[in-house]
């Protein structure tokens, strides 16, 4: 599934930050293809953190295989010292099978975050005092489509990045080839 963007999307992150705006501006509109279940998207989120896309790739083929399929039931019934040997680390491996608990137990229902409110959603994820302090420190709404698209940018920063230094570099040599 492609991720669904428009003009008003980019004019607001260009708005937030002038260098981003700058690199929008040079490569324009890119087609991104995510994740459309979100508990397999938050796994894929938390295995590929600080840690490049290539290995991202290799662990995340790995936990695929494990599992069969990536789902709350899956991880919560595979002990953590499977994930390990999958090259997970031990504490992403605690988020995800804390994350997987939460979602069998009902304590947290992935269906209705994309209704929340940030700080709704945030207190279901973290608890309500938690969530208060996050509130607090970024009080701005930002507009449903782009809270979605930002719920996978952590994941997709990793490939993104690169892609983007891909464009770059091709651009850069081009044009000092054509010099």
């Known amino acids: 599934m492609n991720f669904r963007y428009g003009k008003k999307e ?53 936990v695929g295989e494990l599992l069969g399929e990536i789902t709350p039931k899956a991880v919560a019934k595979t002990d953590m010292q499977a994930f390990r040997s999958c ?22 229902d992935l269906d209705a975050v994309g209704k929340m409110s940030d700080a709704e959603a945030i207190a279901a994820s973290f608890g309500t005092s938690r969530a208060t302090s996050i509130a607090s420190r970024d009080s701005q709404r930002i507009p449903r489509r782009l809270r979605r698209w930002l719920s996978t940018a952590r994941y997709m920063a990793n490939t993104a990045c690169g892609f983007v230094l891909q464009r770059c570099s091709s651009k850069l040599s081009s044009e000092t080839a054509s010099a």
Do not use: H
Request: aromatic share 6%.
């Open 87 to 108: 090259g997970v680390s031990q504490r992403k491996a605690e988020y995800i099978k804390d994350f997987a608990a939460k979602v069998v137990a009902g304590e947290l």
């Open 10 to 62: 980019m004019e607001y992150l260009k708005s937030r930050d002038r260098r981003l705006g700058e690199i929008i501006d040079q490569i324009g509109r890119i087609s991104w293809t995510v994740e459309p279940d979100l508990f397999s998207a938050i796994v894929q989120n938390i295995v590929s953190q600080q840690i490049s896309g290539k290995a991202a790739e290799s662990i995340l083929a790995r």
